[in-house]
């Protein structure tokens, strides 16, 4: 993984058994692009580009993947959408998520880095003010569940956890500084002065994209987000300026594009610029891009914009792009279909949706997605550990599955210690296995130990993985589904992180833990080295 992770994440060969004390709840299964259904959020547009307001049915659409139709598996409305947002229905409310870009800027080597850097602050303060003014427009309630997140150097800040409170919105955003940047370096770094770069971070852009496609993935609904920034970087990713800056990625980039359109993610950047004063759609040049997208090796950050629907706007009428957005985004059809191809080939399949008997209409939804095993990587244990590596560094939170520290044990004589957690077993995906008679969930944990927010290496990490069982015919409780993970804690350690992923679904969770915590726990003797078979 080299060049996107930066960190030694070892796999620990030997297997954990959790017992846990009853039978463990089904779970709804989660509707995944790369398995049985492939679901997908559409907004109508008639030839100007305004949101059709006709209620169209299921057999108004067809989806072609590969330009062969597919049978139409489910079904959701608009005005089941709206109904949802009333009830506050989580499963089919859409949810708005705002990314205050601070990390990308368009440098510009021709006027002085003190020119840069003011004008960066400027552009951060004004796409504050824009969303604020939107906000100020908004109900005291709003319909939709709104997050903001902050994106830095260092990753995600979240400013407003999903709230419908207005006045808690618009008093975090107002008061959030967003400091100064360094366009310099990133210029630099970027390969600027005989190079191609453009002031964006290419590697922190798109890692951020996989964090938040991670975190989002286990939440049920749609999500649109509003990017409010120049977002990454453009063109072709395979050749940069410096051609070593993104050797190999193409994997990864099918990993991000998969694990976008899987967490119903649309993606929208709004970028300050231009001098259109009212939200503009060009339906013929729209309808032009999605039918020229092209999906070979590698693509600009304009290319996940396409594979999850969303559009790019550049314009000083940030406000009213921000509402165009937000427009687009809950005027929405959900339909889902299983796809006739089976086999997961790694390559690229075209989804193309229209509206029978409107030609001239244009329905915006995911392009398509890579037919890999699972979430875009073949290798199930090489996709955990990269997403596990990814949420290790990434400072937001991940909440799909709960998991409580319970017990630190310190390894007398070494610098290692041994963290226990309780999870939240309705959170995990069980399966049963009638030959033994019990119920299986199969999960991984992980830990780090971390420097400062600037480090982007762990100083020392472990991984293990736990197969829990709970007998069948049992009826106790509470469930108790214990996990631990062994790991240095050198002295130079400032954070601990440690990440649950099931390997099931994919769902994960986080704990984040200072070293201090370590002072009052109970040293217990190490284990004997086992003999190792020849």
Known sequence: MGFWLQIALVWVGACGTGMVGAQAPKPDEPLRVTTQLVVLDATVLD????VVTQPLGRDDFLIEE???????????????????????????????????????????????????????????????QELVAYLKDQPETLLETTEVLALTHHGFRILVQPTRDRALLIERVSRHDPGLGSPFRDYIEQG???????????????????????????????????????????GELTRPGN???????????????????????????????????????????????????????????????????????????????????????????????????????????RIRVTVKGHPEWIVLTKAGYYAMQFGGEMDAEHQQVMDISIATFEPMPFEAIGATLTKIERIKGTDKAR????????????HE????????ADVAVSGAALGSVFSKASLASEIATWKLTVPLGKDEAPIHSE??????????TQRLRFTVRDTANGRMGTVD?????????????????????R
Do not use: C
């Open 47 to 50: 030839k100007a580009g305004h």
């Open 66 to 128: 590969d330009k062969k139709p597919q049978t139409i598996y489910s079904f959701e409305s608009i005005a089941e959408h709206a109904t949802a947002a009333a009830k506050r229905d989580s499963e089919k409310a859409p949810q708005l998520i705002f990314v205050l870009d601070e990390m990308n800027y368009a440098y510009q080597p021709f006027h002085s880095n003190a020119w840069n850097i003011m004008e960066q602050l400027n552009e951060y303060v004004f796409e504050r």
């Open 192 to 234: 600027g002065y005989g190079g191609s770069a453009d002031g964006t971070s290419t590697k922190a852009s798109l890692q951020a994209l996989w964090a938040l496609a991670l975190q989002q993935r286990s939440v049920p609904g749609r999500k649109v987000v509003v990017w409010l920034g120049i977002g990454g970087p453009e």
């Open 243 to 349: 051609p070593r800056l993104l050797h190999g990625a193409q994997p990864y980039q099918r990993v991000v594009t998969d694990v976008l359109v899987d967490a119903r993610i649309t993606l929208d950047v709004i970028g300050p610029g231009g001098d259109r004063a009212t939200p503009a759609v060009q339906p013929g040049a729209m309808a032009q891009a999605i039918n020229s997208i092209r999906y070979e090796s590698g693509f600009g950050f304009s290319g996940y914009i396409a594979a999850t629907g969303g559009l790019r706007r550049n314009t000083n009428d940030v406000r009213g792009e921000i509402q165009a957005s937000v427009n687009y985004g809950i005027a929405f059809y959900t339909l889902s279909y299983r796809p006739l191809r089976h086999d997961f080939n790694g390559e690229f399949r």
């Open 419 to 430: 963290f226990t957690f309780e999870l939240d077993s309705e959170d995990l995906q069980w």
């Open 433 to 440: 296995d009638s030959t033994e008679k019990r119920r299986e």
């Open 483 to 492: 996990v631990a993970v062994t790991v240095r804690v050198p002295a130079k």
């Open 513 to 533: 833990l200072a070293p201090k915590a370590l002072e009052s726990a109970m040293v217990v003797d190490g284990e004997a080295p086992a003999l190792q078979t």
